[in-house]
């Protein structure tokens, strides 16, 4: 493994400096790195490796975006050291001035961004930021209406391997047997007549469309339900401008991770109507969390302030402009595509079909050609999680690294070949030097 660091190489420190000058400020990444260097150099290789790997390919995961270099100065700032309970202005322990402000300027870009009402952006991650919704307006028993997980839903939507498919009761929809996408309606409101949830979810980690979140809202009025869009995948798009916003159709909560196409650190946000702040801000904490991880919310502040400016919507609308690119392309060459295409950023390849082989050997093939995806289980799979019958692809990350729809061709035509020859080592050593040398020239944003 490399332990080159360009980084270091770039810079030098006196040591023991007191100043707080900006060059000192400066220099104290580089600090950094020298002492994990020091002290802990196998961790410290598997950093640097780590960095190579994301230099050398590509992340075509959906879930996944390349970071500001500004998040990742927050990450690793003295906002780490920091304990901050409660919410700006009501703190369980003292020295909050920066906290606070960190936190304010959060809310108030989130609410900006998204047009909402109330904004709690102390969500860890994806999965306790659904929860706090759940367990701050659901008793133990309660029905929710959602997406199926084979056909695009999530496992924190109560699949029943999740502690939240036990206490809640969940029934499921699904899209079409046409294979379009399309959500039957009515066929969702007769599912909703029927067992009269208490809530209606809309939400997914792998449907490549966008939503009628107005239909859903309908419905949801009609039998007085709450109604919650788990946008996590398309938040940055929605942000962007780039697809509908459940907010503007009525929605009582959004739930959002901040890592995916928002761009930003690890973390979750609440978004919902004023009515139900309080109940959602006491469902984080202290309902469900301890300390905020304010290191992150300093990323997020970042991150929503970038997204704020006018060429996030740039961003959100080619990100789509690639993934459709891919997704013809793809087809193009023969591949089998969940509802022929996509609408937004990501698309499942149906990989049993075309090419012969299951998701797991799909993904290997291509982790070896230094294009990144993850397996994927397709509508009602008659495979298991672990061998399923796909592949899911997304931009937001190559978009991001600048790549356009000129390179989601030339990686179609990659994975393509890559699928068809994937017992030839010849072959892939082959596709992996071409992969190699398109992304070796579009640098990884902070890693330049
Ligand atoms: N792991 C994320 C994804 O890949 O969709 C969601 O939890």
Not at 314 to 333: D, G, H, Q, S, W
Request: charged letters at 25%; glycine letters at 10%; one cysteine or more.
């Amino acid at each position: 493994m490399s332990t080159t660091d360009p980084a270091l190489e770039a810079s030098t420190s006196p040591a023991g400096s007191s100043s707080t000058s900006p060059s000192h400020t400066d220099r104290l990444a580089a600090d950094h790195r020298r002492a994990l260097r020091a002290n802990d150099p196998e961790v410290y290789a598997a950093i640097v490796g780590e960095e190579e790997r994301e230099r050398r390919g590509i992340e075509l995961i959906p879930s996944e975006n390349y970071t500001y270099p500004e998040v990742f100065a927050c990450n690793g700032s003295v906002m780490t050291n920091k304990y901050a309970e409660g919410y700006p202005g009501r703190r369980y322990y003292g020295g909050q001035e920066f906290t606070d402000a960190i936190e304010r300027l959060a809310i108030a870009r989130a609410k900006e961004l998204f047009g909402a009402e109330h904004a709690n952006v102390q969500p860890l991650s994806g999965s306790p930021m659904n929860q706090a919704v759940y367990m701050g307006f659901l008793e133990p028993g309660d029905k929710v209406l959602a997406m199926d997980l084979s056909h695009g839903g999530h496992l924190t939507h109560g699949a029943p391997v999740s502690h939240m498919g036990k206490i809640y009761e969940f029934a499921r929809y699904k899209t079409k047997p046409d294979g379009s996408g399309d959500i039957d309606f009515d066929l969702l409101r007769a599912q909703a007549l029927e067992h009269r949830p208490k809530m209606v979810l809309v939400g997914h980690s792998s449907y490549p469309r966008d939503y009628d979140y107005g239909a859903f809202q309908r419905i949801a009025d009609e039998i007085g339900a709450l109604t919650m869009a788990d946008v996590s995948h398309i938040g940055g798009l929605i942000a962007g401008k780039a697809l509908a916003n459940p907010i503007d159709a009525g929605f009582d909560f959004v739930t959002t991770t901040t890592h995916k196409s928002l761009r930003g650190p690890r973390g979750g946000m609440i978004l919902c109507k004023k009515e139900h702040a309080k109940t959602v801000d006491k469902a984080v904490f202290p309902g469900l969390q301890g300390g905020p991880h304010m290191n992150a919310i300093a990323g997020i502040a970042v991150t929503l302030g970038k997204a704020l400016q006018p060429e996030f919507r740039e961003y959100a609308r080619a990100t789509i402009a690639n993934a459709k690119a891919l997704a013809e392309a793809l087809v193009e060459k023969g591949a089998k595509l969940v509802t022929g295409g996509t609408e937004n950023h990501l698309m499942v390849v149906v990989t049993t079909d075309t090419y012969g082989i299951d998701g797991r050997v799909a993904e290997e093939t291509l982790d070896e050609v230094s294009i990144t995806v993850n397996k994927q289980i397709v509508p009602d799979d008659p495979n298991p999680p672990l061998r399923p019958s796909g592949i899911r692809l997304g931009t937001p990350a190559a978009t991001t690294r600048g790549f356009g729809e000129e390179q989601m061709r030339q990686l179609a035509g990659w994975i393509d070949a890559a699928l068809r020859h994937h017992d030839d080592e010849g072959k892939l050593a082959e596709i992996r030097g071409e992969v190699e040398a398109l992304c070796l020239a579009y640098p990884v944003p902070g890693l330049s």
